[in-house]
């Protein structure tokens, strides 16, 4: 027999002879209450340096035994404190831990031994909290490298729980997110890798802490001609540029012609700084003859290499822009105005459109030829835009049309503008008056009329699909 059992037996038999025998002093066995314990399992997250009370409450705890557990180290047997730690307390029901430490993260079990068939347990997890810290890592605040090279930038960080690398690249107020590891590495690094760098520890633990890492990308120039092309035509003065990005800086030189060009030693030529880090180099020129209507080179050079970029000047019309509304004021016409540039006067012009493919089907373009009397010649302020409009006649009314344009001057035919979406009024819809833009209106409506072409043309092929 076990040893509750045997005292038990043994002090109910003392008092059965002590009272004469009787057999009304015995204690059933199934009346005798077994010890538990009344404490459910609990998580304790408790900072670095602080104080913790684990609970264990104990019912009937008789002649059993009471044993706290870290893991499977033994803390505590009954009174008896088995490890040595000046930190560890008890009372009957709690387990008291002082100043604790990232160490003591684990598991606690408070048990009852004694004669049960099985063992009464509770299990309590103690996380200790860290705030992250990121520690030192061998290198440099900032790094200089050549473009082409491979970059590795590492954070590495402590605390508890273990903190979460995140690495972002600042630029313009933004944060770009790369990787979630402590190491960082860039293949082939390019100008457009240079930057700040930020590295951030957290473990929800405090607050994040971040480390910051600038890194400066060496490269040859990179050219860019702000427009490839551009009109001229002799005696009109003309402005034409490059933009640049270079580190180190770089020293920029202008050359005319092909093949064998002419270095231009004498010449106007101004910079300024562009929002997206470029420095723009802009060279005004008056052609003086028709030979100098012709290619220019930018070419750029610092100490790792150079970049160049070419600019044809031409004679030739630029392609005309439409600057009239897209919906027109009649059933079955349409007033198309539009401008181009022109140094010298515009001879003819090609109109081509047709209706709005739809589906499978495709229209034949209808050709419109604008020469003599029919060319007007009016221009802008400058003196360097020509204006012209002209009314398409014969339309089918609440319809989609394209349009493209081209112009001709003496020296020859420009390319065609961009087709551009118009719309004959309906029968059931109000008059709306097709607004022509005058002069001082006609550069800003480049870029408006190219945005409401895209605009109608998603929505007129989204209706075309839900009509399907």
Same mark, same amino acid.
């Given at each position: 027999?076990?040893?509750?059992?045997?005292?038990?037996?043994?002090?109910?038999?003392?008092?059965?002879?002590?009272?004469?025998?009787?057999?009304?002093?015995?204690?059933?066995?199934?009346?005798?209450?077994?010890?538990?314990?009344?404490?459910?399992?609990?998580?304790?997250?408790?900072?670095?340096?602080?104080?913790?009370?684990?609970?264990?409450?104990?019912?009937?705890?008789?002649?059993?035994?009471?044993?706290?557990?870290?893991?499977?180290?033994?803390?505590?047997?009954?009174?008896?404190?088995?490890?040595?730690?000046?930190?560890?307390?008890?009372?009957?029901?709690?387990?008291?831990?002082?100043?604790?430490?990232?160490?003591?993260?684990?598991?606690?079990?408070?048990?009852?031994?004694?004669?049960?068939?099985?063992?009464?347990?509770?299990?309590?997890?103690?996380?200790?909290?860290?705030?992250?810290?990121?520690?030192?890592?061998?290198?440099?605040?900032?790094?200089?490298?050549?473009?082409?090279?491979?970059?590795?930038?590492?954070?590495?960080?402590?605390?508890?729980?273990?903190?979460?690398?995140?690495?972002?690249?600042?630029?313009?107020?933004?944060?770009?997110?790369?990787?979630?590891?402590?190491?960082?590495?860039?293949?082939?690094?390019?100008?457009?890798?240079?930057?700040?760098?930020?590295?951030?520890?957290?473990?929800?633990?405090?607050?994040?802490?971040?480390?910051?890492?600038?890194?400066?990308?060496?490269?040859?120039?990179?050219?860019?001609?702000?427009?490839?092309?551009?009109?001229?035509?002799?005696?009109?003065?003309?402005?034409?540029?490059?933009?640049?990005?270079?580190?180190?800086?770089?020293?920029?030189?202008?050359?005319?012609?092909?093949?064998?060009?002419?270095?231009?030693?004498?010449?106007?030529?101004?910079?300024?700084?562009?929002?997206?880090?470029?420095?723009?180099?802009?060279?005004?020129?008056?052609?003086?003859?028709?030979?100098?209507?012709?290619?220019?080179?930018?070419?750029?050079?610092?100490?790792?290499?150079?970049?160049?970029?070419?600019?044809?000047?031409?004679?030739?019309?630029?392609?005309?822009?439409?600057?009239?509304?897209?919906?027109?004021?009649?059933?079955?016409?349409?007033?198309?105005?539009?401008?181009?540039?022109?140094?010298?006067?515009?001879?003819?012009?090609?109109?081509?459109?047709?209706?709005?493919?739809?589906?499978?089907?495709?229209?034949?373009?209808?050709?419109?030829?604008?020469?003599?009397?029919?060319?007007?010649?009016? #221009?802008? +302020?400058?003196?360097?835009? %020509?204006?012209? $409009?002209?009314?398409?006649?014969?339309?089918?009314?609440? !319809?989609? &049309? *394209?349009?493209?344009?081209?112009?001709?001057?003496?020296?020859?035919?420009?390319?065609?503008?961009?087709?551009?979406?118009?719309?004959? #009024?309906? +029968?059931?819809?109000?008059? %709306?008056?097709? $607004?022509?833009?005058?002069?001082?209106?006609?550069?800003? !409506?480049? &870029? *408006?009329?190219?945005?409401?072409?895209?605009?109608?043309?998603?929505?007129?092929?989204?209706?075309?699909?839900?009509?399907?």
């Amino acid at each position: 027999m076990n040893t509750l059992k045997n005292s038990l037996i043994f002090t109910t038999l003392l008092g059965f002879f002590k009272e004469g025998g009787s057999s009304d002093n015995l204690i059933p066995a199934g009346m005798l209450k077994q010890p538990s314990i009344a404490t459910t399992p609990q998580t304790y997250r408790v900072p670095v340096g602080g104080d913790v009370e684990l609970e264990c409450k104990l019912l009937n705890l008789g002649d059993s035994v009471q044993l706290w557990k870290n893991g499977t180290r033994v803390i505590s047997v009954g009174s008896l404190q088995v490890r040595n730690d000046p930190r560890i307390m008890r009372s009957l029901d709690k387990l008291f831990i002082k100043g604790v430490d990232v160490w003591d993260t684990g598991t606690y079990t408070c048990e009852i031994e004694g004669d049960m068939e099985e063992q009464t347990t509770v299990s309590h997890f103690l996380q200790v909290l860290e705030a992250p810290t990121i520690i030192g890592v061998p290198g440099p605040e900032s790094m200089r490298v050549r473009a082409g090279t491979t970059v590795s930038i590492n954070c590495k960080a402590e605390g508890h729980p273990k903190p979460n690398i995140t690495w972002t690249k600042l630029q313009s107020g933004r944060t770009s997110p790369l990787s979630e590891r402590p190491e960082l590495t860039i293949e082939e690094v390019s100008r457009t890798d240079g930057g700040l760098y930020q590295c951030r520890a957290d473990n929800h633990v405090g607050e994040p802490k971040f480390k910051k890492i600038s890194l400066q990308v060496l490269y040859p120039p990179e050219v860019t001609a702000l427009h490839r092309t551009v009109h001229a035509s002799v005696g009109w003065g003309v402005n034409i540029s490059c933009d640049v990005w270079s580190d180190p800086p770089s020293s920029l030189e202008w050359f005319r012609g092909t093949g064998s060009m002419e270095y231009l030693d004498q010449h106007t030529q101004f910079q300024q700084m562009t929002v997206d880090g470029s420095l723009r180099y802009s060279l005004s020129l008056v052609p003086q003859l028709q030979i100098d209507i012709t290619n220019y080179t930018c070419l750029a050079r610092n100490k790792i290499g150079e970049g160049k970029a070419t600019i044809l000047l031409t004679g030739l019309p630029s392609p005309p822009l439409v600057s009239s509304g897209e919906l027109s004021a009649s059933l079955t016409s349409y007033l198309l105005s539009w401008h181009t540039h022109s140094f010298t006067d515009i001879a003819a012009y090609n109109i081509l459109y047709r209706k709005l493919p739809s589906g499978p089907i495709v229209y034949a373009w209808d050709s419109i030829d604008l020469e003599g009397e029919d060319v007007n010649h009016d #221009r802008d +302020k400058t003196g360097g835009i %020509v204006l012209q $409009h002209y009314k398409v006649d014969n339309l089918s009314p609440d !319809s989609a &049309f *394209v349009a493209k344009i081209k112009a001709k001057n003496t020296v020859g035919w420009s390319d065609f503008s961009r087709e551009f979406l118009f719309y004959t #009024r309906g +029968k059931d819809s109000s008059p %709306v008056e097709s $607004h022509v833009l005058g002069t001082d209106e006609v550069t800003s !409506s480049s &870029f *408006v009329t190219k945005n409401n072409f895209q605009l109608a043309m998603g929505l007129l092929l989204l209706l075309q699909t839900l009509i399907r």
